[in-house]
Nanobody, 125 residues
Framework: QVQLVESGGGSVQAGGSLRLSCAAF????????MAWFRQAPGKEREGVAV????????YYGDVVKGRFTISQDNAKDTVYLQMNSLKPEDTAMYYC??????????????????WGQGTQVTVSS
């Protein structure tokens, strides 16, 4: 069992930056993948970025490549999402998710078993 707690959301103007954090609690092993998803009102939940704890490999959604960076601090069992050059269309509830798998999973919500409560990010123009 893994519990996830997100923090770091807020409001920012377009072009600004925010850093989200996701702390994991419970049984944490090297085969854990942690990801960020987001969901805007009326839209489906979409994958933003994922990182595989074992080797640090990462994968990003096309809409955030070059602007967002996912990283991890294994000593703290925490994953971060650094978001730069934010746009109004980045406004959404951001969720942290985790799943055990032998390799980095695709960013499909149904592939992730554990979810946090979410943190709101609002970008104004």
């Amino acid at each position: 069992q893994v519990q996830l707690v997100e923090s770091g959301g807020g409001s920012v103007q377009a072009g600004g930056s925010l850093r989200l954090s996701c702390a994991a609690f419970g049984y944490i092993y090297s085969s854990l993948s942690m990801a960020w998803f987001r969901q805007a009102p009326g839209k489906e939940r979409e994958g933003v970025a994922v990182i595989y704890r074992g080797d640090g490999s990462t994968y990003y959604g096309d809409v955030v490549k070059g602007r967002f960076t996912i990283s991890q601090d294994n000593a703290k069992d925490t994953v971060y999402l650094q978001m730069n050059s934010l746009k109004p269309e980045d406004t959404a509830m951001y969720y942290c998710a985790a799943h055990y798998s032998p390799t980095i999973p695709t960013m499909t919500p149904t592939h992730f078993r554990y979810w946090g409560q979410g943190t709101q990010v609002t970008v104004s123009s």
